[in-house]
């Protein structure tokens, strides 16, 4: 596929290539020193810096970074990373920040003050987008009110960056489309959306991404993969009634399986896939 139109359409997150990487980072809003390196998914067989190449060799230049993936902090660690993209001239598209509830009375104002500590490395990264998570409360009017007014507050924050502040229809705050729809209109353009074909599931998952995506700047593209391989009937409805809503952005590859050993054989399926939808 050497169509740079169509290449643009394709992005990776870190969190495909997790067995590959193998340790995290598990930053949490309350805490002040960085958090101990865990082999969480094993050591690992190749570090962050190695991906832009990775991804540069496999044809893709665009990728995700899990906030949990980031080895540490300090600005010489984020100069020499962010090079390395532009070395390989892959681009940061968005840096997920895994953790923060901005729907909990409890611990809401902490965590947003958290997350909004998260702009200026997304901004030494030159990512494009933060993903934040919008709240895991039940979606009441009130947690919906507070997360609103968090969001609000955080893209706020990040005007000047040239970071987009999104969200994702995630966790407890967001279980469909009326929630999500709710909280962009109340937001008026303020905070984008990162639609995801896998947090949602059964018989309604379809009606409501399809409510959603034409909102979306951003989409994780999930396959589900079972022991025959990739559900390719799932993965071509999410795909084909995201491109009818009007959806026109890329589609993060998103692999969680271990159908395939070598997670870039997964990744590629998904991009090839998606590439023949496309045409």
């Given amino acids: 596929m050497t169509d740079n139109s169509k290449t643009d359409r394709f992005a990776v997150s870190t969190w495909s290539l997790h067995r590959a990487l193998g340790v995290t980072y598990p930053y949490r809003p309350g805490e002040e020193r960085e958090p101990e390196r865990r082999p969480t998914y094993g050591e690992g067989s190749v570090?962050?810096?190695?991906?832009?190449?990775?991804?540069?060799?496999?044809?893709?230049?665009?990728?995700?970074?899990?906030?949990?993936?980031?080895?540490?902090l300090s600005a010489s660690y984020l100069a020499e990373l962010s090079d390395a993209f532009v070395q390989a001239g892959v681009r940061v598209q968005t840096l997920l920040v895994e953790?923060?509830?901005?729907?909990?009375?409890?611990?809401?104002?902490?965590?947003?003050?958290?997350?909004?500590?998260?702009?200026?490395?997304?901004?030494?990264?030159?990512?494009?987008?933060?993903?934040?998570?919008?709240?895991?409360?039940?979606?009441?009017?009130?947690?919906?009110?507070?997360?609103?007014?968090?969001?609000?507050?955080?893209?706020?924050?990040?005007?000047?960056?040239?970071?987009?502040?999104?969200?994702?229809?995630?966790?407890?705050?967001?279980p469909g489309a009326r929630e999500v729809n709710r909280l962009l209109g109340a937001l008026d353009g303020k905070v984008g959306l990162n639609g995801d074909f896998g947090n949602w599931t059964g018989p309604g998952k379809y009606?409501?991404?399809?409510?959603?995506?034409?909102?979306?700047?951003?989409?994780?593209?999930?396959?589900?993969?079972?022991?025959?391989?990739?559900?390719?009937?799932?993965?071509?409805?999410?795909?084909?009634?995201?491109?009818?809503?009007?959806?026109?952005g890329p589609y993060t590859l998103i692999y969680d399986s271990d159908f395939h050993p070598n997670e870039w054989n997964g990744i590629v399926e998904e991009r090839d896939f998606i590439g023949k939808i496309l045409g």
Avoid at 62 to 69: A, P, W
Avoid at 126 to 131: D, G, L, V, Y
């Fill in 47 to 72: 570090d962050l810096i190695d991906l832009p190449v990775a991804l540069r060799d496999h044809g893709l230049s665009r990728l995700e970074i899990c906030s949990f993936h980031l080895p540490t």
């Fill in 207 to 248: 009606d409501e991404l399809a409510q959603i995506m034409g909102k979306a700047e951003l989409c994780h593209a999930k396959a589900h993969y079972g022991a025959g391989g990739m559900d390719a009937e799932d993965y071509r409805r999410c795909v084909e009634l995201s491109e009818a809503a009007g959806y026109r």
């Fill in 99 to 174: 953790d923060g509830d901005l729907s909990n009375p409890e611990t809401a104002a902490r965590d947003a003050e958290w997350i909004a500590s998260w702009i200026p490395i997304a901004s030494a990264l030159k990512a494009e987008n933060m993903r934040v998570i919008a709240g895991k409360a039940q979606p009441t009017e009130e947690a919906l009110a507070r997360a609103e007014g968090h969001l609000r507050w955080l893209a706020q924050q990040a005007e000047g960056s040239g970071i987009r502040i999104v969200t994702e229809n995630w966790f407890a705050l967001l």
